[in-house]
């Protein structure tokens, strides 16, 4: 479990460094997770499996992800004031904007994957 | 009685306030989730935040305050988005089978949510701080938060549209679907994955474990393709 800790810490790491010294148009955070899935895939290839504790310790830490929301969401309280103020503006463009990337994923997947015979998902 | 003050005192002090109300007040709102029977709209996560809110407002306590003590769980994020790389390569096979449909769908998806997100607030008047921060809602919020910083936005805003954004993906994705003809488990995951994070995907996963997959993936994608994506149709859109 501490190695996989280590792993993602460290790649967090040189995520941050790489996208505030390379000055990259994505969070630190993204960039370790680019790094890490290119680092898995070169040594883990095809019928490799990646070893157990580093799938257990994600597997926990996405596990809890909603926890983790919670102390930036807490922080609505200091922004209660411009949410009062533009609750209809928020409200309609969450609503409708979901609504239309749900709409627009979901057909062009079903039409895309009806033509090219995707194998069974499962 | 002042006894009773110096112990406050010195408890708001230290971190650890505000990370064991964090983790009690979660206990509590997993316990009341369990209990509506893990109805969409009762989510852990807002009924959790609602309880913190009307707490620290109650006792008195600033958002600073509290937040030295919960930042340990929020650094947590950080190591979390990292973490998402291994679902993503268990899914490497599936994603090198179908990524004829997988990309264009999550790229069309992505770049409509985002684009009639910024459209809709700028014409009903909102303004460029709240814009900003709705920009990058469709993504899980470690990633949401650090888009909405980098492009001026307001993190804290955009953790609080992320999480609106989920609930609502989850409740919708699969009757709007049906509407229009869509009964592939495959897509309704990655629809609702790619618009509504893990809070969508977790609610789809108990309909359909393909269906939870799909979004699984979409989740770690969608996040990558809108970290590069939302920062130009920011530049593009809000002036």
């Not at chain 1, 990646?50 to 830490?61: E, G, I, K, M």
């Not at chain 1, 103020?85 to 609504?99: C, D, E, G, P």
């Not at chain 2, 949401?144 to 919708?172: C, D, K, W």
Request: glycine share 10%; aromatic share 6%.
């Amino acid at each position: 479990m501490l190695n996989a800790i280590t792993l993602f810490v460290c790649c967090q790491f040189v995520g941050e460094v790489a996208a505030r010294g390379l000055a990259l148009p994505l969070p630190g955070p993204v960039v370790g997770l680019l790094l890490l899935f290119a680092g898995l895939t070169v040594v883990y290839r095809r019928g490799r499996d990646l070893p157990v504790a580093l799938r257990t310790t994600a597997q926990s830490l996405l596990g809890n992800l909603s926890l983790l929301f919670v102390p930036a969401g807490v922080g609505v309280m200091t922004q209660l004031d411009v949410l009062s103020a533009n609750l209809v503006a928020v409200a309609v463009s969450i609503l409708l904007s979901t609504l239309a990337g749900v709409l627009v994923t979901g057909w062009v997947m079903w039409r895309l994957a009806r033509t090219e015979d995707l194998p069974p998902a499962s | 009685m002042t006894q009773l003050f110096h112990l406050w005192v010195y408890l708001e002090t230290t971190p650890l306030l505000g990370l064991a109300a964090t983790l009690c007040v979660w206990r509590l709102a997993m316990a009341i989730t369990a209990w509506a029977g893990g109805h969409a709209l009762a989510h852990p996560v807002p009924i959790a935040i609602t309880i913190l809110v009307v707490l620290l407002w109650a006792t008195g306590t600033p958002y600073s305050a509290y937040f030295q003590g919960a930042q340990y769980i929020h650094f947590l994020l950080g190591p979390a988005t990292v973490a998402l790389a291994i679902p993503m390569h268990a899914n490497l096979a599936r994603i090198r089978a179908s990524a004829g449909a997988i990309v264009p769908a999550i790229l069309a998806g992505s770049v409509t949510a985002a684009v009639s997100a910024i459209l809709i607030a700028r014409l009903l008047g909102a303004p460029r701080e709240i814009v900003l921060s709705l920009a990058p809602k469709s993504v899980t919020t470690p990633i949401a938060m650090g888009i909405a910083e980098q492009i001026g936005g307001n993190p804290s805003l955009a953790a609080v549209f992320v999480l609106l954004t989920g609930i609502v993906a989850g409740l919708i994705a699969v009757p709007v679907l049906r509407l229009i003809g869509v009964r592939d488990w495959r897509a309704i995951g990655l629809a609702a994955g790619t618009a509504g994070h893990g809070l969508a995907t977790a609610r789809i996963l108990t309909m359909s474990e393909t269906a939870g997959a799909f979004g699984g993936l979409a989740i770690g994608l969608n996040g990558v393709i809108t970290a590069i994506l939302v920062p130009l149709l920011a530049t593009l859109l809000v002036k």
